[in-house]
């Protein structure tokens, strides 16, 4: 379980990309109006893609540039150096400010602010050019943050602390009373004079009554040449620490694991108490004064040597909540508004300055700017600083292991410090890793970039730097003015100026300039961030028990920090800071909470395909067979329980395991489409693991695979959405309606799919000719094989419904057939399942009155839920049917099983395989021998069956109006359409008329259809005729296939062999339609008569399937042609750097294959990956 909570979420506002932020940026994820330059304004872009669908600005999926100018490079390296320099000036401040009056004066020139801000560059310095060259994104800058200064500043006190006590014994040792006051052992530590430490004339026993503005701890001068190199070496072994923490959980490939053990509640509140102290911090900067309840009351005093302390803390309160509220709000991007806050003040209050005629000595004396002690060249009160020698940090460090400068006995006491530091900033390092990749619209290797990390900080520890690991609030603000994340080049450029800046001493002379209340308005600005994103917007992320811990460690540490530890012994109170309290505090409360979500232990995810998960949805055959078909697109992962960040991140590790393997095995054809995530049975979702959600979310959009959430629980949908999970993805409330969505959008895709062969004509005419062939196959073949509802007409009646119109109630016992439309049926459990063309509803109450079901009913209403046509068999006519036509009857009884069991909860679909292609068996099937011989004349004609004849004749009677001889043509063509949109056909009557009148079947051209004409046109439909001379050989051919067992029928089997032995192809789909069409009769013999009408139909069926696969070859063809010459004109654009589209390649596709058929004109438009 991580604590991603406050650090890596954000709000979702639509309009605007994503910016995520570090720690100083408040650990929240903002959303800009638009952060390219390049962009005039924003498109509607929101959630965890605003990157990848901001394409057009930045010119490809991941918001990159094509071609970003190497202007644009230098201005966001220029941009983030001024930006991380102010910062680091403030970290430096929050470290060594606090110990400026404990400084060795014999150190030329005084260590300080200035030193520590060349500590922070070397950690840029170093960090950028590791990251530049081994991490999986070229554009992160990696640096020191304030979270690891805040432990420096605490291992700084406590070095301080321990000093200052063995200072103190020696003291009252060398006092002639013994009874020096506890406070007279104290020096002031706060900032530029007013410091016993800084007057060396001092008696240090003489009870100097003056106000304490804060805890002075008394050194001796052994104690003060000890402060610095102690206090270095200390950071040096913490940031040891903290590189080997690093580097030991990407090695050991843990990152992940250790992301998921820290609880949310305790990362959200120990941030709160880092946002606490940071405030502290900014107090301490401003006014040189400690925020404790010990000291409070000496904020409102008058102080001869400075300004009223209440006037720049006012100054910096407004500056850093501003800051914080124009930021919050968004109006500008965080580069613009950082450095007009920056600039902005700076020179307005210069302006001040000049206009008043205030000189710098006197706003220094006056503590308007940080200052030092003495400055080594004359001035030893309130100065400003100088340059200073890049090696004095080395010098001073390594110097101080030879020597006994080093208080070893300090070091012990900061061990606590140094495990919760390099444990929050483990954690911090992984949380801008997932915010990063957020971001910048990219995936990182967790593991590497922790490794890398750990290696740029040990040898940033070695050269005396800081720690250094990747920030996102510089890599949105590199990406949103370079225009990429693709490019070293600014992260090179800003570690390059970071070391010469370093190098030339002259940080100094940009801190002179730098007043107090804007380094403590920055302060201020991350302090609350921290607070405000945990302690307030922390209810929209968190459940309440979680959001309770969070204030209960807040108000802990408020109580011990303010209260509490300043009146302990001061050598105890290093070892026992706020922040370790409250940690401990908080691993003990969230266990509680942990132990009460987790009761159900959740099971691990699991995925399963697309033909064992069916919606309650009832469908044709026809739409079955396609779903069955398709089921490889998509899968649905089920997860259940309480979901922690170990679950989640299972699930994101199976998943991209899934998509990995489906590129290896599976042609693009075949790969998933959709992905389901059914929530349906999760009890609640921890924050932290709906951050990997994100990662999901990416992931699929980059794959191209469209998402689909079932979520059950209202809680679990809000947090969703609050989080912008639903972005760009589509929900359900649950996994059947979710399903139902993704085979309506399958069959959609078919739909759209088929619809783009048909412009080529050759393919449509065979298209449009198989549509006229299944209406009419189902009606002779032999009954246990087929149901034809037009054999239903007799005994039924045909109605219209309007949407929203009922149609059955409980006691309603007719039977119906969705001819068009869609119905959804109510049932008695309260439950209720949709409809669609071809099936049967309410046909529980037909078989409970016959007895082949028993109990009651399930149905008890429907309504239609789009204009439907519906037929209705009443339940005297059903009786009826079952006396005078019992075939019928009893075929329909079958059917109407069938479909109740095919639709029963849980139900499965038989998937249908793809081809495989090792074996050649997607390549057509060449006939040969006799079936060849057959294609070479067509003088003998083939007559349909007397069965075929008569069930034809059947279905002419059906369509011919009472007492009439011919059907208009019109009525046929109605006929025709109703019964194939049935079947699952999308033409519309106008196209029918069109297809019939085209096919010539009116020969007369009177406007109806004859009974011979039918016929006429039937036989044209299925069979083709043969040269007569070659039916004396299939005669013969068929007697010596008889002959092999004259006793047994010429069943199907043995007609399907005697076909496969005269050449014919038959592994096509259409040889089982075949069979059973010229068996009309059922009686399991195919007599020579009926044999012949299958040779017919067979030769029908080979020359459709040569023109069909000419159609595709010649499409493959030219398909290859155009790539040939889109390949031979990307080698010539490249020489003038343009880099080729694949749109253009599916334009020459699009043409190659439009090229095949010139009757339709507007080609249907593809998408790409489709095409």
């Not at 059955?808 to 669609?836: A, K, P, T, W």
């Amino acid at each position: 379980r991580t604590m991603a909570v406050s650090i890596v979420q954000h709000d979702i506002e639509e309009g605007a990309p994503i910016i995520d932020d570090d720690p100083f940026d408040n650990h929240t994820k903002k959303i800009l109006p638009d952060i390219s330059e390049n962009s005039s304004n924003s498109s509607n872009i929101n959630g965890v893609d605003a990157f990848h669908e901001n394409g057009d600005s930045h010119g490809d999926h991941h918001g990159h540039a094509a071609n970003p100018s190497y202007k644009s490079l230098i201005a966001s390296s220029v941009v983030c150096f001024i930006i991380y320099f102010v910062f680091c000036i403030v970290f430096s401040s929050v470290v060594w400010d606090p110990l400026n009056s404990s400084l060795d004066p014999n150190i030329n020139p005084p260590f300080g602010v200035a030193q520590g801000v060349g500590i922070n560059l070397m950690g840029i310095a170093v960090g950028s050019v590791f990251f530049a060259w081994k991490s999986g994104c070229n554009a992160i800058i990696a640096g020191p943050d304030l979270l690891p200064v805040v432990f420096f500043a605490e291992a700084g006190t406590s070095v301080v602390t321990y000093l200052a006590a063995s200072s103190a014994q020696a003291l009252r040792s060398a006092c002639a009373d013994g009874a020096v006051a506890d406070d007279a052992h104290h020096r002031f530590l706060g900032g530029g004079g007013g410091g016993y430490a800084a007057d060396a004339s001092a008696d240090p026993c003489d009870l100097f009554h003056r106000h304490l503005a804060g805890d002075e701890l008394y050194l001796d001068e052994a104690s003060i040449s000890k402060v610095v190199p102690t206090t270095l070496v200390a950071m040096m072994i913490g940031n040891l620490v903290t590189a080997l923490v690093f580097y030991g959980l990407g090695k050991a490939k843990n990152t992940a694991s250790v992301i998921g053990c820290i609880p949310a509640s305790v990362v959200a509140g120990f941030l709160t108490c880092i946002g606490y102290k940071v405030i502290k911090l900014a107090v301490l900067i401003t006014t040189g004064y400690s925020f404790k309840q010990k000291y409070i009351k000496n904020l409102g005093l008058d102080y001869w040597h400075q300004n009223d302390p209440w006037l720049p803390l006012t100054l910096a309160m407004v500056y850093g909540l501003a800051l914080y509220a124009f930021k919050h709000m968004h109006i500008i991007s965080t580069d613009k508004l950082i450095l007009a806050f920056i600039f902005g003040p700076l020179i307005l209050f210069f302006i001040m300055v000049a206009a008043t005629g205030t000189s710098m000595e006197y706003l220094r004396e006056t503590d308007w700017f940080l200052t030092q002690a003495r400055d080594g060249a004359g001035c030893t009160q309130n100065c400003a600083f100088v340059f200073v020698n890049f090696w004095q940090t080395l010098q001073t460090v390594y110097g101080a292991f030879g020597s006994n400068l080093v208080a070893w006995g300090a070091v012990p006491r900061c061990i606590p410090i140094f495990i919760m530091g390099a444990v929050m900033t483990s954690l911090d390092n992984m949380l801008k890793l997932t915010s990063s990749e957020k971001a910048l619209g990219i995936d990182l290797n967790y593991n590497h970039e922790m490794k890398l990390g750990g290696k740029a900080t040990m040898i940033s520890s070695f050269l005396a730097g800081s720690p250094a690991y990747g920030q996102t609030k510089f890599n949105v603000i590199n990406l949103s003015i370079a225009g990429t994340s693709e490019s070293s080049l600014p992260t090179l450029l800003l570690g390059g100026i970071c070391l010469l800046v370093f190098l030339s001493g002259a940080a100094g002379n940009i801190i002179n300039i730098m007043p107090r209340f804007l380094l403590g308005g920055l302060c201020v600005f991350a302090g609350v961030g921290f607070l405000y994103e945990n302690l307030w917007e922390g209810r929209k992320k968190m459940n309440r028990a979680s959001f309770a811990i969070v204030w209960i460690i807040f108000l802990v540490n408020f109580i011990w920090e303010f209260f509490v530890l300043q009146n302990l012994p001061k050598d105890i109170q290093p070892m026992v800071p706020g922040l370790l309290v409250v940690f401990v505090l908080g691993i003990v409360l969230s266990t509680f909470e942990f132990m009460f979500a987790f009761m159900h232990k959740a099971k691990d995810p699991s995925i399963r395909c697309g033909d064992v998960c069916c919606s309650s949805a009832v469908r044709s055959d026809k739409h079955d067979s396609q779903l069955a078909v398709m089921a490889g697109w998509f899968q649905v992962f089920k997860v259940d329980s309480f979901v922690f960040f170990g679950t989640a991140n299972t699930l994101y590790q199976q998943l991209k395991a899934h998509l990995a393997n489906q590129k290896v095995t599976l042609p693009k054809a075949e790969r998933t489409k959709y992905l389901i995530f059914d929530l349906s049975e999760v009890t609640g979702i921890d924050s932290s693991a709906r951050d990997v959600f994100y990662k999901v979310h990416r992931l699929l959009k980059s794959e191209g695979i469209n998402l689909v959430w079932a979520i059950t629980n209202p809680k679990v949908g809000e947090a969703f959405e609050d989080q912008g999970l639903y972005v760009g993805a589509i929900h359900f409330d649950s996994l059947d309606l979710a399903l139902r969505h993704v085979e309506d959008e399958l069959l959609r895709k078919a739909h759209h799919l088929s619809e783009k062969w048909l412009v080529n004509q050759t393919v449509r005419d065979i298209f449009q000719r198989q549509v006229l062939v299944n209406v009419f196959n189902i009606s002779v073949r032999a009954e246990e094989k087929s149901f034809a509802s037009s054999r239903l007409r007799p005994w039924s009646k045909i109605i219209t419904l309007s949407s929203g119109e009922e149609l059955c109630g409980d006691d309603d016992d007719n039977l119906y057939l969705l001819y068009s439309g869609e119905v959804q049926v109510q049932e008695r459990d309260g439950s209720h399942f949709d409809c669609f063309t071809g099936s049967f509803f309410n046909l529980d109450h037909v078989l409970v009155s016959v007895g082949a079901l028993a109990g009651l009913p399930a149905t008890i209403g429907a309504v239609a839920t789009k204009d439907s046509t519906v037929l209705v068999v009443s339940r005297k006519n059903f009786l009826l049917m079952q006396k005078q036509d019992s075939a019928l009857g009893q075929k329909l009884l079958l059917t109407l099983l069938a479909q109740k069991e095919a639709n029963r909860p849980g139900r499965t679909r038989t998937r249908v395989p793809y081809r495989d292609s090792s074996d050649g068996s997607d390549e057509p099937v060449p006939i040969h021998g006799f079936a060849r011989r057959l294609l070479a004349g067509d003088d003998y004609k083939i007559s349909l069956t007397d069965a075929q004849v008569e069930r034809f004749s059947d279905v002419f009677d059906l369509i011919v109006a009472p007492g009439e001889t011919e059907i208009p043509m019109d009525d046929f063509s109605s006929f025709v359409s109703m019964e194939a949109r049935l079947l699952g056909s999308a033409l519309s009557h106008e196209e029918f008329m069109e297809l019939i009148d085209k096919s010539g079947i009116d020969e007369d051209g009177d406007g109806s259809l004859s009974k011979e004409e039918f016929l006429t046109f039937l036989r044209g439909l299925f069979l083709a005729d043969i040269p007569s001379k070659e039916v004396e050989s299939l005669r013969q051919a068929y007697d010596e296939a008889v002959a092999v067992d004259p006793d047994a029928l010429m069943d199907e089997v043995r007609v399907e062999a005697l076909f496969k032995e005269l050449g014919f192809d038959m592994k096509s789909s259409n040889i089982g339609d075949i069979i059973g069409a010229i068996d009309a009769d059922n009686d399991g013999d195919v007599d020579y008569d009926e044999f012949l009408t299958g040779i017919g139909m067979m030769k029908k069926q080979t020359i459709l399937s040569k023109q069909l696969d000419t159609a595709f070859s010649n499409y493959m063809n030219q398909s290859k042609a155009a790539k040939r010459e889109l390949k031979r004109r990307s080698t010539v654009e490249s020489d003038s750097q343009t880099v080729p589209n694949r749109r253009s390649l599916l334009t020459l596709n699009k043409k190659a294959f439009q090229s095949m058929g010139k009757s339709r004109n507007t080609m249907i438009q593809a998408d790409l990956e489709d095409e």
